[in-house]
Structures are given as C-alpha cells and as structure tokens.
C-alpha cells in the first residue's frame, strides 16, 4: 500500500526566511505533484515532477524529486506573508490513478 | 475565460438520499478529475476521465458512488444512498493532457456535501 508522509506538518516562519518541506513516500513512482490550498479554498496546482532529478520553479518555491531515495522537496526562499497556505505533495504510482495518494499537507504560516 | 465550475456549491441532504455533484470543466480540457477531501481521510483521489472514458473506476469508496462524462465536457458524480461519512468537499479539475502528463489540473470551487 502506497503511503505519502509529509513532514513538517506543521512551520511557522518569519518572512525573508529559507525552509524545506518533505514529501517521503514509500513505493518507486516518478510523478509526483504539489498543490497548494488557502484557508476556505480549493486546491491549485504548483508543480508536476515526472523524472528523477526534476526540478520545477516558481516565483520563490522550488520542488525537487528524487526518486531513488523517493522523496521530493518543496523549498521557500525568502518567504512572504502570501505564501500562507497548506501545501500538498501526491504521488501516483500507476497511471490513471488507480493508486494515487496524497500526503497529509503541511499548513505553513509566514509572519510578518 | 470561465474556469472549472461546480453545482451546487453546497448541499445538505439526509441520509439515504441519492445527490447528484456536477462538473463543468474548462472547455477544451479532455481529462476531467473527482476528489474529495474530508476532515477524517483527507485529500482522496476517486477517479479520471479521458474523454468520456474512465480507465479505472477503483478509486471510488463503494459502489454507492458513480460518475459519468458525456460529450467529452460536464461531468456528474451521483451518491446512492448516502452516509454520514460521504460528508465532504468533492473537488472537479480539468486538464488539457491525459492524467500524469505535464499539464497543470485546474481546480473547480468544489461543492460541500453534508449528510445529516
């Protein structure tokens, strides 16, 4: 059974700050998804990683994957108030989804 | 233009009732998604179409659960019989590409299911 870990689950920073968030999970997959939600809200669409040593960018957050050691990471650079969110890692195993589990999400709080 | 839309937004029902969620996906977009998410299982993968094909149907939670796509645009997802555990927020996205390919899923408001 594939399972997905997230780690922190929880962070709280200061804005300017850099830090790291942990998508663990526990099959061989090469694609893998990030999502991002707001308070009240639905999800979007960050980054899709679909080889060993992908490498996606956007504004200030970067995800990575690996998968031999199966595990991505989402990093923040230099963090603002507007990166307040809960942030979801999915990974999917088998095409169609048909073993497609996402990771508990990481609510993240940047304070002024 | 008009992004993912979704009807109703919310929905209160009793159980054993049948509900009908709909999906209208961007236009052009031929791969559609159904998820949903709950305090108690979290975000849930329940199933894709390909045009008006769904490949695998196994990640719907029980046979109470079906969907459909008709004329490769709106999709509806129906609930026979709900339970109190059907309580969610059932979430469309739609994308250009087949599911596991580049392009990004863009996300409907979702619609609030609860089952009193």
């Known amino acids: 059974e594939l399972k997905v870990e997230q780690n922190p689950l929880f962070l709280s920073m200061q804005e300017g700050k850099n830090y790291t968030i942990y998508c663990n999970y526990s099959?061989?997959?090469?694609?893998l998804y990030w999502y991002r939600q707001d308070p009240g809200k639905s999800l979007e669409s960050l980054f899709v990683?679909?080889?060993?040593?992908a490498v996606k960018q956007e504004g200030r957050l970067m995800a990575s994957l690996d998968t031999k050691a199966r595990l991505s990471t989402l990093h923040i650079t230099a963090a603002v108030h507007d990166l307040s969110a809960t942030y979801f890692c999915?990974?999917?195993?088998?095409?169609?989804?048909?073993?497609?589990?996402f990771g508990p999400g990481t609510r993240l709080s940047v304070l002024p | 233009g008009a992004g993912v839309s979704q009807s109703p937004s919310n929905k209160v029902t009793e159980k054993g009732k049948d509900v009908e969620l709909r999906c209208d996906p961007i236009?052009?977009?031929?791969?559609l998604y159904w998820y949903r998410q709950s305090l108690g299982q979290g975000l849930e993968f329940l199933i894709y179409?390909?045009?008006?094909?769904?490949?695998?149907k196994s990640g719907l939670p029980s046979d109470r659960f079906s969907a459909e796509r008709t004329g490769g645009s709106v999709s509806t997802l129906t609930i026979q019989r709900t339970q109190q555990e059907d309580s969610a927020v059932y979430l469309c996205?739609?994308?250009?590409?087949?599911?596991?390919?580049?392009?990004?899923?863009?996300f409907g408001p979702g619609t609030r299911l609860l089952v009193l």
């Open positions: 996205a739609s994308s250009f590409a087949e599911f596991g390919g580049q392009e990004t899923q863009y």
């Open positions: 099959t061989t997959s090469d694609r």
């Open positions: 999915a990974v999917d195993t088998l095409n169609y989804g048909q073993n497609f589990v």
């Open positions: 179409f390909q045009g008006n094909s769904a490949p695998d």
């Open positions: 236009s052009g977009h031929t791969a």
């Open positions: 990683l679909l080889s060993n040593g």
